[in-house]
């Protein structure tokens, strides 16, 4: 079989097991069951040539299936939540389907700081306490505590600094709350987990325009995750304007 | 802090109304005026102070700062001592504040997108597959089959009598699970094997059904048959076990042909 | 809206609710789950418009379905198994979807005796072992624990009786594990739920509870907990029974 028919028949077997299960499949389960299927006495050429598949290749595939039902016109989807693949049911008939299942059993919605704080966590776990507040401006303690009974996040370890502080992470019934693939799926992903906030060429306020430049930039790096690397000012997402020239002031 | 969020639910921290504040201003973040922004704090502040709300400590402090701030601003550029402490920091204040207003930002966007993903996905339903119907497959030894097994095929064989039940079933039924139980053990100790649904076939009651059912749930129960399938969801036979045939099996075999005439099941006869 | 779309609109809505659907539903199902939508605060104007739908559109809506996946080219379609509607994969998947249901779906098949209880307490829940082993005419201990320890039964209350024996159901696991939506999903519910099969005076089979022991009963008797006690007679609405020579209370 060739290599192209070869995916197109992949790309189905996958999609009859996610028809067929009773819960999400990762791509480790999944191979898995193609290299059962692949073992079966009298396994067929075509199940035998899916027996020790790249996990890339079946990603690749569950991805491509995944799109075939964006531009289908159906009442469903394939989904990947918290690395598990699905069907899922398109928001538009939450009637029906709830009609039918009931309300989901979720708990009630987050409130906005719950969300902020969880926002700091998602993007810049693990995350202490301490840094999370200053980013927030304000006390995080109940609203951690709310966080880590819903299971939404976690302890992850502890800081290499003074007084060891315990470390926060997102769990993965985080993701599946969010419906989220994986933490690469978190919106602006890139921009938050980086500080990319850099310093306009002209400066802020008045006064610091008149600065021999400092070499703050340097400072910034600091702050920066070490593995981040050099920020080069050119390429410096800010966020909504652009900087000025002008002082405030005046 | 938990107490004045309760108070003073629109701002959720110093930040919170700074960047509100700023937003008043009509201008983008960069190009803050801040002592109009100081200014602008300090009277909510005092407005809070007005209602009686408690003041939390992050905005007294933020106050504090933007009023170091603000002072800087009104001297001259050149009395500004700051500025050389700001080279050696390498860290001017106003940007310093600025900086942290563009990050928290940063993330109340982010949290206001988690909200809709939030919402999105509580209508979103998860397919939960029922155990899917399997074309026969070529099992091997055969699967025990389950009582829910039993239950699915006698349910689906009732139905064949739904319609047909009338009033004469009201009159006294000769069917019994006893007579069942016996006519079922001749038939085995003759055949041996005997297909599930074959048993039904002469049934000519649904109480017929619900005994003939009864009776083989009863031998299964006391070992005397064994029910197997082919394969899942295959047809399910009934074969006689050690215990029937008169070879050597534990007691509760031993005990049921000692069965005295038994009187006939109750059963609602459904109207 | 149109009549046309409203059709196509009403295809989606029952396919949505298949692939949602942990079992088959039926048009009666289906139609009761449009008008319970339909009914809902804040319903939309096409959730009205399905209100109370002449089950014949709605069956064929199903077989517009149905015959829609004929036409497309995947691994499974929409089938009508014993006048209910399901979600089913084509038989040349069957290979993989074998191999997975083997592997993943159950770790270990129950036993018959495990089943058999698990059926009377389904059935007849709550219910005390005592009423268990009354119906069973076996020691049901070691079943229980092992029902309970795989989340299938928990304990749900006590008996109102002498003793106030520990009462038993069935868990939201043993709706997932035999793919019930709900307790009414068990097969012949009804049926077997009103079956009072009256206890015997003498009884066939050994049940210890109840009876002066006939000399041969004495080893099973053995099997039965001397925590048992005696059983209400009239309480003892049995699943299976043995058939008596008088009914006690007629």
Redesign the interface.
Known sequence: MDQQLLFTELKYILESLLMAAPKPLSVTELREVLGKAAEEEGASEAARAFRKLDPKRIQAALEELSQDYVSAARSYRVACVAGAWQFVTLPEFAPWVRAFLGVKNRPTRLSLPALETLAVIAYRQPVTRAEMEQIRGVAVDGVIATLKERGLIDEVGRADVVGRPMQYGTTSAFLEYFGLAHLDGLPAADELRRIPVVRPESVVTADAAQLPLPHGVAAQAAEVPATTGPVEQSAAPVLEAEPTSESPRS | ??EY?VQFEVF?????LLLHLVRKQE?????????RIAADFLAYLGQMRDLDLEV?G?FVV?AANLLYLKS??LLP?DK?VV?QE??E????P??EL???L??????????????T???????????????????S??ARGG??A???DL??A???I??RFKNRDNVREIEADPH???EKLESLRALLLERSRVGFAELFLQARSRLEV?VTF?AV??L???RQVR?TQGA?FGEIEITAAPALTGEPEP??A???P???????????LSA
């Open positions: 802090m938990s969020r959720e921290g110093p930040l919170d201008v983008d973040i960069y190009q803050v005026n801040l002592t939390a992050e933020m800087r601003e550029v500004q500025v700001s080279v920091d390498g860290e001017d106003r940007w600025i900086r942290r563009v990050e928290y930002k940063k993330f109340k966007d982010a949290a206001g997108q988690l909200q993903y939030e919402e999105h996905q509580a209508l979103v339903y998860e397919r939960r597959a029922a155990r899917v119907e399997l074309p497959a070529p699967v025990e389950s009582v829910f239950i699915g006698v349910n689906e009732l139905k019994t699970v006893s619900v009864l749930l009863e299964t129960r006391l029910l899942e007691p509760p031993e005990i049921v000692e069965a005295p005439t038994p009187a006939p099941l109750e059963l609602p």
